[in-house]
């Protein structure tokens, strides 16, 4: 670990974190980036609980004047803002999720029953229900932006033997939040979240021995594979109520800004808004995502990996302003407390996004124990009587818990009684 002053220069200095101030660019940290939740390596901070957030995890920080200064900063603010900073556009009246999640997991469950639908029609040769995909798409923008943590928290919960389906769904509901946040209004919204369920409906086409197969492809069936995009193109071609929109997005959301992507090789100026958001949100949710014959990554994997990509392969402004839609610790998300306890993260809280709402997990063999929530924004204390905090985040399948499983116990049942 670097000693106080060792860092400083002309223009960089090191500084106990309570003399941290907004507008300050902290360069620095006294402890490796991969031990904090900070996914950038090097922010601006921006508010009081922007500092709160560094005191929990430094005790001095290296700040750089010269960003701190230089006039062009505030230009592309996201490009520095650190991945815990509130979301732009989080409204203050939303619905808490536990009075929304009953309602949300209604229309989750219609909405998956209705991409099943699909997906079995279209390989009978049967046309796609346009009328009633637009209906559910339209339920999903209405529960979004009542509580967009509420749809976000069932995309989490999934089956891993249904994940075409459910993949399409949650990549509507994540392209709808970061359509939210990004400004759009509903009727953007809505069309956005028909792109995001039709995404990949070309992989009908695609052989099950090359759609499921463990391991590495092999060159011809990654040809086989890459040639979904084209499938989807031309199923929705023979659509009608599916417009240009839907077309684009299932034929080039596996294309890249830096033009080396599939099938056309287009650059960033070619793909339209749609296509690259749910380019980033088909990313995301592939990398997180149990299937069959793989487990699926943690979300800060995933960030690290988009972040990785920014600029080459995805919209570095979306994947910025992605990972703050979803937080740090997003809906769904499997944690450790301090005291021992696993729960599962509900709801982000606008000011401290590393102390979220959580739900109590059972503990094995009691299924019977009802909802305990726990706001950690509030500094709540465990049954020992120390202060109870996130440690950990951890992959369910890791610690043999099923979140699916529990939620078809009724883990989410009675949410607005349990506070």
Request: hydrophobic content about 35%; proline content about 6%; glycine content about 8%.
């Amino acid at each position: 670990m670097a000693t106080p002053g060792q860092f400083k220069t002309s223009h960089k200095i090191r500084i106990p974190v309570e003399e941290l101030e907004p507008g300050m660019y902290v360069t620095e940290l006294d402890r490796p980036w991969e031990e904090t939740p900070f996914l950038f390596q090097g922010f601006t901070v921006e508010t009081v609980e922007d500092i709160e957030t560094v005191r929990q995890h430094c005790e001095t920080v290296v700040i750089d004047h010269l960003k701190y200064v230089e006039p062009k900063r505030q230009e592309k603010p996201s490009e520095h803002r650190p991945f815990f900073a509130r979301p732009k556009g989080r409204a203050q009246f939303e619905t808490p999720v536990e009075e929304t999640v009953a309602k949300a997991e209604k229309v989750y469950e219609g909405s998956n029953r209705l991409v099943r639908n699909i997906m079995d029609d279209v390989r009978l040769g049967k046309a796609i229900d346009t009328p009633a995909a637009r209906e559910v798409v339209s339920h999903c923008v209405d529960n979004i932006l009542e509580n967009p943590d509420a749809m976000t928290l069932l995309t989490r919960i999934r089956h891993k033997d249904e994940y075409t389906s459910e993949h399409s769904l949650s990549v509507a509901v994540l392209s709808i939040s970061l359509g939210r946040a990004l400004g759009l209004d509903r009727q953007q919204l809505n069309e956005v979240g028909l792109c995001g369920m039709l995404h990949d409906i070309g992989k009908i086409m695609t052989p099950d021995e090359v759609l499921k197969k463990p391991g590495r492809l092999t060159n011809e069936e990654m040809e086989i594979m890459k040639a979904h995009p084209v499938h989807g193109r031309d199923i929705l071609l023979s659509t009608d109520g599916v417009n240009a929109n839907a077309l684009d997005v299932a034929h080039g959301h596996h294309e890249r800004v830096d033009g080396k992507g599939y099938p056309r090789g287009l650059s960033a100026d070619q793909m339209t808004l749609y296509t690259r958001i749910v380019s980033v949100t088909d990313a995301y949710d592939a990398i997180t995502s149990d299937r069959i014959y793989d487990s699926g990554r943690t979300h800060m994997e995933a960030f690290k990996i988009l972040t990785k990509g920014s600029g080459r392969q995805w919209d570095g402004r979306l994947v910025t302003r992605f990972i703050r839609t979803i937080g740090v610790y997003p809906p769904g998300t499997l944690v450790e407390l301090s005291d021992g306890r696993y729960a599962m993260v509900l709801e982000n809280s606008p000011r401290f996004q590393l102390r979220p709402k959580v739900l109590i997990l059972p503990e094995s063999g009691k299924k019977e124990e009802g909802a305990t929530i726990v706001e950690l924004a509030s500094y709540p204390k465990g049954p020992d009587g120390k202060p109870l905090y996130i440690v950990n985040i951890h992959k369910p399948r890791d610690l043999g818990i099923d979140l699916h499983q529990l939620k078809r116990d009724g883990l989410l049942k009675d949410l607005a009684h349990a506070i």
